[in-house]
């Protein structure tokens, strides 16, 4: 980490520190958890859930998006997306570059990504908030493709869910920044 990025972490987390906002991240819940902590949760590996073929609840959204994305069914990944939100959608490379979309336009563009990329792998390695107690669970995963010119690429890929009744569907999908 160069000496500027960690003037600006320093100073960025100072600031929360010393603001209401801050102040009111860092108090208890009822429940006595500090928030602060739960904020800067380590998040639970795949080697720590272990195989878990009857997932329910978020990690079954999770583990439906894996295998849609790994064999590149745009059809299937089409039924984890929120139906009645836009979707925000931003990719760096092999995909669409950032907006919010309704689920049919956000299926056409996930089916063209799929389309002109070949995915090596696809697979969540972290995962947070599964239990959700009122917060959106999201989950990270290792994505290796090629481009159409043969380019390899990897990255990492964010996904976060919303709730809808009793239903989870995706509502974000980015790549991180290297």
């Not at 978020?58 to 059809?75: G, H, I, K, Q, T």
């Amino acid at each position: 980490m160069r000496v500027g990025q960690r003037r600006w972490i320093f100073w960025t987390l100072f600031a929360l520190v010393i603001s209401p906002v801050g102040r009111a991240v860092a108090a208890e819940d009822p429940q006595g958890r500090s928030a602060e902590n739960e904020m800067l949760s380590p998040g639970v590996t795949r080697e720590e859930l272990g195989d878990n073929d009857a997932a329910q609840g978020p990690l079954s959204v999770f583990a439906a998006v894996e295998r849609a994305w790994a064999s590149a069914d745009a059809d299937s990944l089409l039924l984890t997306l929120d139906p009645e939100e836009k979707v925000s959608l931003s990719f760096a490379k092999g995909g669409p570059c950032g907006g919010y979309f309704n689920r049919d336009q956000a299926y056409y563009l996930l089916k063209d990504m799929l389309e002109y990329t070949k995915i090596d792998r696809f697979m969540f390695q972290k995962y947070w908030n599964l239990d959700s107690n009122g917060r959106s669970p999201y989950a990270v995963a290792v994505r290796e493709f090629r481009m159409n010119d043969g380019a390899a690429h990897a990255d990492q890929v964010y996904i976060s869910l919303r709730r809808r009744g009793a239903q989870w569907f995706v509502g974000e999908i980015r790549t991180l920044e290297p």
